[in-house]
């Protein structure tokens, strides 16, 4: 359980960041940022994926995973950041101020 809540708080704060980082860095034109914010959810389970590995391997509490125990625990925080992403870019991508 230990596992799953760190997991599922550094994949979201990573999905934040990333769509933080992609709202920030895409032009104002429609299609390149629709394009950043597809971007993001394609970028952050896998990210999501690679903290999983990293502190399965590494154990929290003590206990290390298996290959197929990381991904069982991986797969509920993965799907999360699908939603959480995409509303991060959203609400920072309309923090910038308008293009005259």
């Known amino acids: ?36 914010g597809a971007g993001t959810i394609v970028v952050a389970p896998i990210i999501t994926l690679v903290i999983a590995i990293v502190l399965g391997r590494f154990g929290i ?9 990381i991904l069982r625990v991986a797969a509920v925080p993965a799907f999360g950041t699908l939603f959480v992403a995409p509303l991060a ?11 005259a």
């Open 61 to 69: 509490g003590g206990e290390t995973l298996g290959a197929s125990e």
């Open 1 to 36: 359980m230990t596992f799953l809540l760190v997991l599922t708080a550094l994949a979201f704060a990573a999905a934040i960041v990333l769509a933080r980082v992609a709202a920030t860095a895409a032009p104002a034109g429609r299609l390149v940022s629709q394009a950043a």
């Open 89 to 99: 870019f959203w609400f920072f991508r309309r923090q910038r101020p308008a293009v």
